[in-house]
């Protein structure tokens, strides 16, 4: 019988998730404000974080049951065949949302569901994990509303948004699964050109690589909580990644990254070779107005600075209005977007906008405005 699968994500990108999990052909049994539930088997849950671009965690079901104090959680979960789940030798993390009035904070539950699952394997096998609170283990989610109580195996660990690639962040980065996020919604072909001025760290450029060239974006990590469990198979894994390399196509439209700053691109192609894309994308030094705008069909992006956390609003003001030239100016036959959380900035951009996207980058409110350029003569 299949396995209750819940997949988080940000908040405003399930959308995306759900249209993710359809194609690979996963049934869709709920959608939530930041997740998406699934079902599948343990082989289904490790090629889920190897395929998704916009989830953040796996989360595999072991366990759910009624649940009113603090001690019935540690009576309930010592329950469980920890010992079949995690090695006496690993080492264990355990995370935790609660809603529930006996429990003030939420390091009370986790120390209470940590203390049942290493007693019990203490007992069974005579030795118990280490535990903390890193992420690179074996990883145990609680979810405890009223009284329901769910257990679930984390087989992510570390979240997915951190792809392995990223060294050097730079300023106020926008994270991959928001990044992966933006390129759906621009709706890149693999064949149509991706222009993305001001790159900043790379993460828009690298992760429409890896769209357009189909390639898992987990095939790029080395760690998952899936992994420190007793449930993984090595040669599963291998074949599963095996399979996702097989379906890589090999080219790709132009990807083109600029940014004034040569540390941001620097750190960008680095980032770029450690994904395995560098030789797809190509990387310049420059204002963003000398961006080389091939001939064809495609996309370009801007994140520009808020005027937020990063620049002054009263001086953006002119950026944005140069955008807009070069929107306007130079990239005809292509489509236009800036992902920005100032709306009166966006409004200095001075084209009329087809569709505005929302989105949540952490607390900030975010739209991703698409311009149609229609063709004409570039200057």
Known sequence: MPTPILITTPIGLTSFLREELQRLKYPIKKVGAAGVLTEGDYTDAMRLNLYLFTAHHVLYLINEFSCNNPQELY???????????????????????????????????N????????????????????????????????????????????????????????TNPLYAPMQETLAAAVVKATRLKSSENFINPMCGSGTLAIEAALQCINRAPGSIRKNFGFMHTLFYRKEVWDELVREAASRERAESGRIIATDINDDAIKAAYNHARLAGVDRLIDFKAVDFEETQIPDGAGVVVFNPEYGIRLGDESELGQT????????????????????????????????????????????????????????????
């Open 75 to 109: 009576k309930r979960i010592n329950a469980m065949p920890w010992e079949t789940m995690i090695s006496a030798d690993g080492y264990l993390s355990v995370v935790s949302n609660v809603f529930h009035p006996s429990i003030k904070d939420t390091r009370f539950a």
């Open 111 to 166: 120390l209470k569901t940590k203390d049942a699952i290493v007693d019990r394997i203490l007992i069974r096998k005579g030795k118990r994990p280490d535990s903390g609170p890193q992420r690179n283990g074996a990883v145990i989610h609680v979810y405890w509303r009223d009284e329901k109580c769910q257990v679930y195996i984390d087989t992510s660990g570390e979240p997915l948004s951190k792809r392995g690639y990223r």
């Open 320 to 379: 944005y209005r140069r955008i807009g030239n070069f929107l306007k100016k130079r990239c005809q036959g292509y489509r236009g977007y800036v992902f920005t959380a100032n709306m009166k900035l966006a409004g200095e951009i001075g084209l009329k906008s087809g569709r505005k996207i929302a989105f949540k980058s952490g607390k900030l409110d975010c739209r991703l405005y698409e311009y149609e350029l229609y063709g004409g003569t570039r200057l």
